[in-house]
């Protein structure tokens, strides 16, 4: 009884896809681990200036502008403003959001089975565009009911209190041959404000994203650590390739 209480236990503790046959056990080298910012000071409102009164100046008396001028005159055609573009994110054949999680003895992959969002691109220009995904917590899947099941439990995404993730960017800036995004990632009741790079690209008429990188779960007060000498390691890897289709 005892062998069998202990063996379920260890099953149990085998969170963010933390077992299995693979025998990588940590991040991959190489693998960049997004930047993590500090809450903003709110700037300090600066007082408004008392504006000086100005000496009135003399009315002039406006000369007649001949009547030929006038109508010779062509009249200027003010440029409308590129229109913003929607893109739709969803679950299509072509779009996954996954993560890896690491331990001691292996690791294991998970993703989430259903997500939605959407891409505004102003006048067709990546650099200012705004990005919203958010992510069905309870859509979580591994290789195993005892992980997926312990995922949504209280030591990990409590599900029953935070079912969903969710992440806005409030900047994306050109770097290198790709892209650099920062924005509020809000997860299990917590809000980070987390950078990490990613291509970009217009193509077939869709926007297509890409990115892989690493974030500490502990920010996120996600801190199980599993058991003694087979201890769930602080990082995970987090990947996605997204194609947002336009809006109908």
């Not at 939605?116 to 006048?123: D, I, L």
Request: charge should be negative.
């Amino acid at each position: 009884m005892r062998y069998w209480r202990m063996t379920t236990i260890a099953a149990m503790v085998l969170a963010l896809g933390l077992a299995g046959g693979c025998h990588q056990n940590k991040v991959p080298e190489g693998t960049v681990k997004s930047e993590v910012f500090e809450d903003d000071a709110p700037a300090e409102k600066a007082p408004a200036e008392e504006a000086m009164p100005e000496e009135a100046a003399p009315a002039e008396t406006p000369a007649e502008a001949p009547a030929e001028a006038a109508a010779e005159a062509p009249a200027e055609t003010a440029e409308a403003p590129a229109a913003d573009a929607v893109y739709v994110i969803s679950p299509n054949d072509d779009s996954f959001i996954e993560f890896v999680g690491y331990k001691v003895t292996g690791n294991q992959p998970g993703g989430f089975a259903n997500f939605s969002g959407e891409v505004t691109v102003p006048g067709g220009d990546l650099t200012k565009a705004q990005v919203s995904v958010k992510v069905d917590l309870t859509t979580v899947y591994t290789k195993t009911n005892i992980l997926t099941e312990t995922l949504k439990g209280k030591d990990f995404f409590e599900i029953g209190t935070f079912p969903e993730a969710s992440f806005t960017s409030t900047e994306i800036t050109q770097d290198g041959d790709g892209y650099k995004v920062v924005g509020n990632f809000d997860l299990h009741g917590f809000s980070k404000k987390i950078g990490f790079p990613a291509k970009i690209e217009m193509k077939d008429g869709n926007v297509v994203a890409s990115a892989e990188f690493s974030i500490d779960r502990n920010l996120w007060e996600i801190s199980y650590d599993g058991v003694t000498d087979d201890a769930i390691r602080d990082d995970v890897l987090i990947k996605f390739e997204v194609v947002a289709e336009p809006q109908a």
